[in-house]
């Protein structure tokens, strides 16, 4: 029986441990992870999760909650009160008469006098109140476009670092490319000097061609990890999560089309700084209806219903002879005079002003940006032709530079002359089309467009 359960506790051990095992495993396998990576995604992983756009999402919230609670103030209150006085020495009337003076006390000495109200009270015309519930609506609508323009300025973001991944990560295979072919070529070179064919100045000189590019695809790939690191912030997804772009920027080259106008005035419209300063025109026009309520009457009703006992000469407040009472009064309030009231309305006047003076300016700065990044844009375009035939002749000239020295008629100067203009050539055609990607985000930024928001 004893070897039995031993046999049981061994078991039963071995289970426990392999659980541990699996789950330490599956806990491994999600901390660190890898993320097939496209704009599209990118995009919608940032919107998902970026903190910006949660913080802006709350802000909506917090404006919904204030609209209500302006409505709210149109509805009843109801207050209790109760109030114990206990009158150490009442006060004493003294009345001058033909008679001669006559005293009155008011109330007596060392009694207590108990008193409970309800009080119900409520707004009938409060014209503060109707603007003002109109004015939280209106601000809801600005907290909304607020948002929007959290979400196109992150989609710009995330848009312009995928970019600007995509050009590192180019580019690091263009470096890396580079380099094999220089090892290759000063391996070549090597086992001619070894053998007296070629001189030492051209082991040398491709030696320092490999050194070099070494220490060109060292670089590279730092500036493509920094990329990565600076999208992963953007899209709020940690630092152990590995990401794989099975992209390239020539991918995108038949994207690339020319802006057919110059003249953004229509399309600006939907610029969210100028939504914005529209939105902020109408809190102030009801700021200005708000302010003239000053000038406005207001009622109000409020019921009240009593119960009192005094004079008591004991502290037994439960055996007091408490009388009821109630009552009903109409508040009308009518502001005749307040000098504020009018540098109120002065001062919401130049804010108007201010704020339309701003506006023209704002929209004539995004007009020239507008057409800067457009123009940019057909630069861009018209480089790329030109860029991708300098590649193709680059590639042409590295092949015939190759045979040349493999026959003896050319020199390991030519050699890596046209290794550098070929890598250039790749560089400089990957950086065009980068252009052209990272000045249309800022033109759709610009002009508001909604391209990748649900």
């Known amino acids: 029986m004893k070897s039995k359960g031993r046999r049981l506790f061994l078991c039963l051990m071995a289970s426990i441990m392999a659980m541990g095992t699996k789950a330490q495993e599956s806990v491994q396998t999600e901390s660190v992870g890898t993320l097939d990576l496209n704009l599209e995604k990118a995009i919608e992983i940032a919107l998902a999760e970026n903190p910006t756009i949660k913080v802006a999402d ?3 919230e917090l404006k919904k909650v204030a609209d209500k609670e302006a409505w709210q103030a149109l509805l009843p209150e109801v207050n209790v009160t109760g109030n114990l006085q206990h009158t150490l ?19 007596q000495d060392g009694t207590n006098t108990v008193a409970a109200a309800a009080t119900l009270s409520m707004p009938l015309f409060a014209p503060a109140v109707y603007q003002n519930m109109k004015l939280t609506k209106a601000d809801i609508k600005l907290a909304q476009e607020k948002a929007r323009s959290s979400r196109l300025d992150l989609i710009k973001q995330v848009s312009k670092a995928y970019y600007q991944a995509l050009l590192a990560k180019d580019s690091y295979e263009v470096m890396q490319k580079s380099f094999k072919t220089s090892k290759q070529n000063y391996e ?45 912030v953007l899209m709020g997804v940690t630092e152990n999560v590995d990401l794989k772009i099975n992209d390239q920027l020539k991918n995108y080259e038949s994207q690339l089309v020319l802006p057919e ?72 309030s009518i502001p005749i005079y307040k ?17 339309e003076d701003n506006r023209i300016n704002t929209e004539r700065q995004l007009n020239m940006a507008a057409q800067s990044y457009s123009k940019n844009m057909a630069s ?58 990272n000045n249309r ?11 990748y928001l649900k």
């Open 380 to 437: 861009s375009i018209a480089q790329i032709g030109s860029n991708k035939t300098a590649v193709q002749q680059a590639d042409k000239a590295v092949m015939i530079s190759e045979k040349r020295y493999e026959v003896g008629r050319g020199t390991i100067l030519e050699l890596n002359q046209s290794e550098v203009a070929l890598t250039q050539a790749e560089l400089t055609y990957n950086q065009s089309i980068y252009d052209y990607l």
């Open 58 to 60: 709350k802000d909506i």
């Open 89 to 107: 020495l009442a006060a004493e009337m003294k009345l001058n008469t033909p008679a001669g003076t006559q005293k009155f006390k008011m109330g």
């Open 188 to 232: 070549v070179v090597e086992k001619k000097f070894n053998v007296g064919r070629v001189s030492e100045y051209d082991k040398i000189s491709a030696e320092v061609q490999m050194r070099s590019m070494e220490s060109a695809l060292t670089s590279a790939q730092t500036g493509m990890t920094l990329a990565m690191l600076q999208l992963k």
């Open 441 to 451: 985000a800022d033109l759709d930024y610009t002009l508001g467009r909604e391209t």
């Open 339 to 355: 000098a504020k009231n009018w540098t109120g309305l002065k001062k919401i006047k130049i804010q108007m002003a201010q704020l």
């Open 261 to 332: 106008t110059y003249s953004f005035s229509q399309e600006l419209q939907n610029n969210s700084s100028l939504r914005q300063f529209e939105l902020n025109k109408n809190l102030l026009e009801r700021s200005l209806k708000i302010q003239r309520t000053n000038f406005m009457p207001t009622l109000a009703f409020q019921l009240t219903g009593q119960y009192q006992s005094l004079y008591n000469k004991d502290w037994a407040l439960w055996n007091y002879e408490y009388a009821p009472s109630a009552s009903f009064t109409l508040v009308l």
